[in-house]
């Protein structure tokens, strides 16, 4: 949280001999940020899926891990989950384990994709299948409970359509795309709908904010204000085609009132679907055209 580590993940070496299907794809690493000649060292996980640091505590990692795989998309996830806290040599000084290894649900194969929220005392996971929240106040005995689920979608390839997760500033909220009922008579897992929701962080409520917003939609918060913050999002131009339909920028109050498009002008080639980023100000957004 402090800004005095860098947290990436390293493959092997160019150079060397191609290995067998069975070597680790990737390793985890960190540099120091603030020495003069910073030196880079491994924290010794490979094939890590998903890292990222605690928003509270220093030197603290959560991250998740799979296994090398010959077929696409390269690996066979564990869908598991890892606190590691290390020292200011690299050494690890504590190993908690959040989540056993598991079939991690529909398509669990390719993974669940998780996200802190702002206290650190919990973590958002997503599934092709399901969205939940795991309570990590106690290590030595976190919960897991399961806010949604939907029918996964069949996407027919070697790819799997898993929700993007966003943390309100208080941590109150997590807002997501879901995947909604059939439009006519297909199945539900061929249902073209997406709607961007709100899930209640103690699950007391659910509500759809915007209809049809597109798989792609990705809500990004403002952290400028923890009580009145703005979401921006992706809408979808082709919302029944959202896959591969532009998309434009749009921006709407928390509670998915006063929606405005922002860009581009109506008329105009809508972007495609990239990360959006706020500004720390909450002014400006950064986009990729």
Known sequence: SSGDYLLYTRTHNPKDEKSDSNEAFNEL???PTTANQP???SLHYENVLWAAWSPQE???VALSTGEPRNTMPGWQANNDLRLVVFDEEGNIQSETILLEPSAGGSYGWYGMRFTWAPGGQHLAYAQADAI???DISNTDQTTQQQLTTF???QTWDDWVWIPSMAW???GQFLYTITHGAPVGLEQPEDSPVFDLSAIAQDDSFQVTLVERSGMWASPVISASSKINYRIAF???LDPLHSVSSRYQLTLMDQDGSNTIPIFPPEGETGIKPRTIAWSPSGYQIALVH
């Open 132 to 134: 939940g929240i795991i």
């Open 168 to 170: 309100s500033p208080d």
């Open 39 to 41: 030196v880079p060292f």
């Open 58 to 60: 220093e030197r603290t």
């Open 29 to 31: 690493w960190v540099v």
């Open 151 to 153: 029918a996964h979608l």
């Open 234 to 236: 992706l809408q979808a």
